[in-house]
């Protein structure tokens, strides 16, 4: 399967979370601020789409859930949507190339999903960042027709 790195950045402040001091998988890693009871650190995320592998500077309880915080400006990036699998709730990041990156705040609970505003522009911006076309790809066809 081939690895999809996405790069985000803060909902508010729109700075980027990319933590370029960490590699996890192969490519710079998403930071953010992370809270559990009175402990605060930092927690580094895979950029990888469907990796859920992390490194975190403290320690959380498997099925404990976490305040999510923008490393620059502080802002709660908790939403008020609740994950589908486990009811805690999720943590929103913009990705860069437009749309948002969802996350379950809870330890061990693997839930997560892209949501578009722009299905389309998003998903022609997704396929020329990662040069995914191929001359079989329906949208391929699509992409040329636009003017």
């Known amino acids: 399967m081939m690895k999809v790195p996405l790069s985000v950045q803060c909902p508010y402040c729109k700075h980027s979370?990319?933590?370029?001091?960490?590699?996890?998988?192969?490519?710079?890693?998403?930071?953010?601020?992370?809270?559990?009871?009175?402990?605060?650190?930092?927690?580094?995320?895979?950029?990888?789409?469907?990796?859920?592998?992390n490194v975190s500077e403290i320690d959380v309880p498997l099925d404990e859930k976490v305040l999510f915080f923008c490393p620059l400006c502080n802002s709660d990036l908790l939403t008020t949507s609740l994950c589908d699998k486990c009811n805690a709730p999720m943590a929103s990041f913009e990705l860069s190339q437009g749309g948002k990156l969802n996350i379950c705040s809870r330890r061990g609970c693997k839930q997560h999903f892209i949501k578009f505003a722009d299905l389309a522009r998003e998903i022609s911006v997704l396929y020329d960042v990662y040069d995914v076309y191929s001359v079989s790809s329906p949208l391929l066809l699509t992409k040329k027709s636009i003017p």
């Open 17 to 53: 979370l990319m933590g370029s001091d960490k590699i996890i998988d192969g490519y710079s890693s998403v930071r953010v601020i992370i809270q559990y009871g009175n402990k605060r650190g930092t927690l580094f995320l895979s950029s990888v789409y469907d990796s859920h592998n």
